[in-house]
Every structure is written in structure tokens, then in C-alpha cells.
């Protein structure tokens, strides 16, 4: 246990050592102000080039098979709410105007959406007609997403990998630490770094995702109905100390303490 806990104060050194403080985002009325630390050797570019070329893969597996949507009503209905949260993303970082942002529709049962580095949204079909969303918890949903992107929280993930694994190489040459010992370390490592912040991930993209949806003129209410939806949905899940996801009370209740934050952004948006 002692080399274990060895191993994570090396991986938290070689962590801040190889990385800089970056500010992705501003902080908006819910105030993110979290710092972030990024491996300089691992750019935004690069990231936003790695995965776009992941996200024309998955586009193209579903062309294949003849369920990507690009022309259906639902498909507009979504790109026409994407395209008023984008709008609203160079609130929280200006060079986002730039990116080469993309919208597409999958057809499939999964309860899903994602927004991956550089802006590419894809939206499940199943995520809108199982849970039969309205509007404005699309947007809660793709504002959640969009804001995981804001704040590279991808990226900043990778920067942690990079950091655990080359503490865990050199470490392990110099504890002398086996294979079980590794794993155990591993464990270790993995509980008191990447989980605890992977929480904190969530809970900033559900903030600025909330911004993002009041700004663009839909009812930030709505986020407390979509995870009330999703929570049903996901019955037996892991609890909330198990999981990268906060659990549905606990997201329910920094929601609501929040929309108060973002309400006038809304009200202002109606106008």
C-alpha cells in the first residue's frame, strides 16, 4: 500500500511537472473558474484534428448502414437548436467562432449525444424519442455536450493519462513493484486522480451547458426535467462514488442552485 500511494504522488509530479495552466473557458454567471493543466506537447489542434478524423469514421460506418440522418424533420429540429447554442459558445471562449463546428443525427436506440474537440456533435436518435424531449432538453443535453468541448475536458483527460502512465513506467523500474502490485497501483491511481475529476468535469459541463441553453433562449427548467427523464431511464446504475457521473439528486440539486445565475440571461433572450 505504501508503494501504491507512492505511485500517485509520482503520477500527480510528473502530471503538473509536464503540464501548463491553461484557461479554456471564461467562467460566466455560474462561475467555472477551475484550473486546468494541459500537456504542452498535446495542442488543441492536434486534439481537434485526432478526433475529427474519429468523427468522419463514425459518420461513415453510419452512411454505410444507411442510418445517418441528414435530411429529416428531426434532423433540422436538432441542427436548428445546435445552431443557437453555437452561437452562444464564443460567450465562454471567443476562438470557438472559428471552430469548424459539425451537427449530425444517427439513428439508433442508444440514449446519447456527444460533443467531441473542435465542435462535432452527434445526437442519437433514441436519446430524443425514447425520452421524448422537448426543445428546449435538446438543449440541455447538446449544451451539456458543447461545454464538455469548451473546456477540452477531453484533452485535459489525455494530459492526465499521459501523466499516470509515465509514473506508473518509471515507477515501477523504480519501486520494484510486480505485476499484481502494478494493477493494484493502477487502482489506486485511477480512484483518487481521474474519477474525483471526471466528476468535476460533469458538473462544470451541466453549469455552462445551462448558460449556453438560457443565453440561446431556452428555459434552463428544462435541465431539471431532462436528467428527472434520464434518471428513470438509467435505473440501477452505478452509485454515485463508482461513477464518472454525478448522481441524478446530486446534479438535480447544483442545477437548481443555479438556474436563479442564469434566469435574467434567458428572460433576456425572449425578448
Partial sequence: MRKSFVLSLLAAGVLLSGCQAVNTTSGG??????????????????????????????????????????SSAEARRVQAIADRLIA????????????????????????????GPGGKIIVYTGLIDQLKLTDAEIAAVMGHEIAHALREHGREAMSKAYGIEMARSGAGALLGLGQDSMALADTVVNYSMTLPNSR?????????????????????????????????????????FMSTHPASSSRIASLQAAIPKVMPLYQAAKK
Fill in 200 to 240: 468535476a468535469n460533469e458538473n462544470e459541463a451541466d453549469l455552462i451547458g445551462l448558460e449556453l441553453s438560457a443565453r440561446a433562449g431556452y428555459d434552463p427548467n428544462a435541465a431539471i426535467t431532462l436528467w428527472n427523464k434520464m434518471s428513470k431511464a438509467s435505473e440501477g446504475a452505478p452509485p454515485e
Fill in 29 to 70: 454567471a455560474v462561475g467555472v473558474e477551475r484550473k486546468q493543466y494541459m500537456f504542452s506537447m498535446l495542442s488543441t489542434d492536434e486534439v481537434n484534428n485526432m478526433y475529427a478524423q474519429s468523427y468522419q469514421q463514425t459518420l461513415s460506418e453510419a452512411s454505410s448502414k444507411g442510418v445517418l440522418d441528414k
Fill in 88 to 115: 452562444q459558445a464564443p460567450q465562454f471562449r471567443p476562438d470557438s467562432a472559428q471552430w469548424k463546428w459539425e451537427v449530425n443525427v444517427i439513428k439508433s436506440d442508444e440514449l446519447n449525444a456527444n460533443c
